[in-house]
C-alpha cells in the first residue's frame, strides 16, 4: 500500500519540477527524493517522471498518479480535519437514556448548557432500553445512561459509574392533605393512605423502611409510570406516593412534597459510560455537565425549594 508521505513527494515533485526543488521544499536530500519516486516507479511498474534539460517532467501516467495523490491527500486532509473536529467537539453526536422522574428537570438543565456549550454536536434523548441501562451502554447503543443504585446488581466490565447525587426521597401529598400542613410527616401517620406506584426507578422502591416506617405494607391503589399523570392523581387527592429530591424543581404547586419521619434511604444517581479510553469527548463533556449540574442541586436548589413547601 503506497504511504501518503510517498504521494506528497509525488506531488511535489511534480509540482516544482525537480527533484532538487522539491527536496527543499520538503526538507529533504535530492537522492532521498530521487529513491522515493524510483521506488515508487519500481511498485507500480510504470515510468512517472521524464528527465528533462531543466528537471524533470511528468509523463502521462506520472500526471495521472498526480491527480490522483491531490485526491487522495486532500481526502486525508479532510478526514484529519472531521476527526479533529470531534475531538475539540466542532461536531459529533451524543445520546442519552434517562428515567421520567430525572428527565422532569434535572437532565434537561444539563442538556441545556451542553448545547449552549457545544452547539454543534447533536444530542438526542431516548426510551430506557429494554435490556437495561448498563446493557445499552455496553452495546453501544447509548452514549450515557441515567440510573440508580438499584438498577446495581452486578459490576459490568467497560463500564465506568460516575456517582451523580443520593437523591433524597419524600412523599408528595395534595395541598389539602390533613398532614400537608407539617414540616415533617411521620410515616406512621400515613399507614392507611392509599398510595400510587410508578415505574421502576421512580416507584415505592426496594425500602423495608417505608413498610417498617407504615408498621404494616403500603396500600398501592394506582399504578402510574407517567411522571406527570402521577402528580396529577396526588394533586386530585386520590392517593400520596414518593418522589425525589432531584425532581424538586418539577413539582405542581398543587402538590406539597415533606421529608418523612424517619427518613427514608437515599436513591443513589449514577450516569453508567463506557470506560476510558473509549470515552468520546462529547460524553466527557457532558459528564462535566451532570457533575457541574450536581453541585448546584446539593448546594442550593434542594434547601430553597424545601423551604418554600415548609
Not at 527543499?24 to 529513491?35: D, E, G, H, I
Not at 452547539?119 to 434523548?125: Q, Y
Not at 393512605?193 to 404494616?216: F, N, R, V, Y
Request: with cysteine; proline share 7%.
Amino acid at each position: 500500500m503506497l504511504d501518503p508521505w510517498t504521494l506528497r513527494v509525488l506531488v511535489e515533485v511534480a509540482r516544482r519540477g525537480s527533484f532538487s526543488a522539491a527536496a527543499r521544499a520538503l526538507s529533504m536530500t535530492q537522492p532521498a527524493v530521487s529513491r522515493q519516486i524510483a521506488g515508487l516507479e519500481k511498485r507500480v511498474g510504470v515510468s512517472l517522471f521524464q528527465r528533462v534539460p531543466r528537471g524533470v517532467r511528468s509523463t502521462a501516467a506520472g500526471a495521472a498518479a498526480v491527480d490522483l495523490a491531490d485526491e487522495i491527500l486532500a481526502r486525508l486532509k479532510a478526514m484529519e480535519v472531521h476527526l479533529t473536529a470531534y475531538a475539540t467537539l466542532d461536531t459529533g453526536q451524543l445520546r442519552l437514556t434517562a428515567f421520567p422522574s430525572v428527565n422532569s428537570s434535572f437532565v434537561p438543565a444539563a442538556i441545556r448548557r451542553f448545547r449552549a456549550a457545544y452547539p454543534g454536536v447533536s444530542v438526542s434523548l431516548t426510551h430506557p432500553d429494554p435490556a437495561g441501562p448498563l446493557a445499552a451502554v455496553r452495546a453501544g447503543r447509548t452514549d450515557i445512561a441515567l440510573l440508580t443504585a438499584w438498577d446495581l446488581a452486578a459490576p459490568v466490565d467497560g463500564i465506568e459509574l460516575h456517582r451523580l447525587l443520593d437523591d433524597e426521597l419524600l412523599v408528595a401529598l395534595p395541598v389539602g392533605h390533613r398532614l400537608a400542613g407539617r414540616k415533617r410527616v411521620r410515616l406512621r401517620d400515613l399507614r392507611d393512605e392509599t398510595w400510587i406506584e410508578g415505574g421502576h426507578p421512580d416507584c415505592l422502591g426496594p425500602a423495608p423502611q417505608l413498610a417498617d416506617g407504615l408498621g404494616s405494607a403500603p396500600q398501592i391503589g394506582f399504578v402510574c409510570d407517567d411522571w406527570n399523570s402521577k402528580q396529577a392523581l396526588v394533586a386530585a387527592g386520590v392517593g400520596i406516593a414518593l418522589v425525589a429530591a432531584s425532581a424538586m424543581m418539577a413539582i405542581r404547586t398543587d402538590v406539597a412534597v415533606r421529608r418523612t419521619h424517619p427518613e427514608l434511604p437515599t436513591r443513589t444517581l449514577y450516569a453508567a459510560a463506557v470506560a476510558q479510553p473509549f470515552q468520546t469527548p462529547p460524553v466527557a463533556a457532558m459528564l462535566k455537565m451532570f457533575a457541574m449540574r450536581t453541585k448546584q442541586l446539593d448546594t442550593s436548589e434542594f434547601p430553597a425549594v424545601l423551604r418554600v413547601h415548609e
